[in-house]
């Protein structure tokens, strides 16, 4: 069973930019499609963006595309999700998750999840 952790969460004002990582331990991320998730208070669990093992398909949701970027280095076992344009509606805690040989970025499918990194996008 594969170990999430993320990091890289923080404050910052609308219109900065952060970047989260996902580091794995236990297993080799070679053959996984990591999901970056969020949750904000009160709402449900979201996808934000998902890479599959290759990195050869990804997704964004609507909300985040032309913003967000998500990124992959399985030598480092680490995905990579870089925030710009950073908005108010981006405050969430943000959660990194695996499913071996993924091929959606449904939630329900992803098995590991880290403990999530809070990003709080305020002036």
């Known amino acids: 069973q594969v170990q999430l952790v993320e990091s890289g969460g923080g404050l910052v004002q609308p219109g900065g930019s952060l970047r989260l990582s996902c580091a794995a331990s236990?297993?080799?991320?070679?053959?996984?499609?990591i999901g970056w998730f969020r949750q904000a208070p009160g709402k449900e669990r979201e996808g934000v963006s998902c890479?599959?093992?290759?990195?050869?398909?990804?997704w964004y949701a609507d909300s985040v595309k032309g913003r967000f970027t998500i990124s992959r280095d399985n030598a480092k076992n680490t995905v990579y999700l870089q925030m710009n344009s950073l908005k108010s509606e981006d405050t969430a805690v943000y959660y990194c998750?695996?499913?071996?040989?993924?091929?959606?970025?449904?939630?329900?499918?992803?098995?590991?999840w880290g403990q999530g990194t809070q990003v709080t996008v305020s002036s």
């Open positions: 998750a695996a499913v071996p040989w993924g091929v959606s970025c449904r939630r329900t499918d992803f098995g590991s």
């Open positions: 236990g297993s080799t991320l070679d053959y996984y499609t």
């Open positions: 890479i599959k093992n290759s990195g050869d398909w990804t």
